[in-house]
Nanobody
Framework: QVQLVESGGGLVQPGGSLRLSCAAS????????MRWYRQAPGKERELVAA????????NYADSVKGGFTISRDNAKNTVYLQMNSLKPEATAVYFC?????????WGQGTQVTVSS
């Protein structure tokens, strides 16, 4: 079955960087677009970034443009989210997502906390 496993979260100071990873299994990874979402306490889950199946097209939420970079390695079945110049408002649980055969699949999430 489809499995998505996020890692790489943690506590970082404002201005710092983190790289999140999402290891995928149970489907042909290279055929599907992948997305990163985040959910902050008391807020709705929001789309952060998306990448096409081949990696040639990438889209970002306005709030993270210029600071976050989504990428993927189809040989490793992994999608990444490089987060630079982090601000406290980036504090959230980050989830990777794939839509396959009209069904949404989510990982368990990884906590990112930006605080001094």
């Amino acid at each position: 079955q489809v499995q998505l496993v996020e890692s790489g979260g943690g506590l970082v100071q404002p201005g710092g960087s983190l790289r999140l990873s999402c290891a995928a299994s149970g489907f042909t990874f290279s055929m599907y677009a992948m997305r990163w979402y985040r959910q902050a306490p008391g807020k709705e889950r929001e789309l952060v970034a998306a990448i096409s199946s081949g990696g040639g097209n990438r889209n970002y939420a306005d709030s993270v443009k210029g600071g976050f970079t989504i990428s993927r390695d189809n040989a490793k079945n992994t999608v990444y989210l490089q987060m630079n110049s982090l601000k406290p408002e980036a504090t959230a649980v980050y989830f990777c997502n794939v839509v396959r055969r009209s069904s949404d699949y989510w990982g368990q999430g990884t906590q990112v906390t930006v605080s001094s």
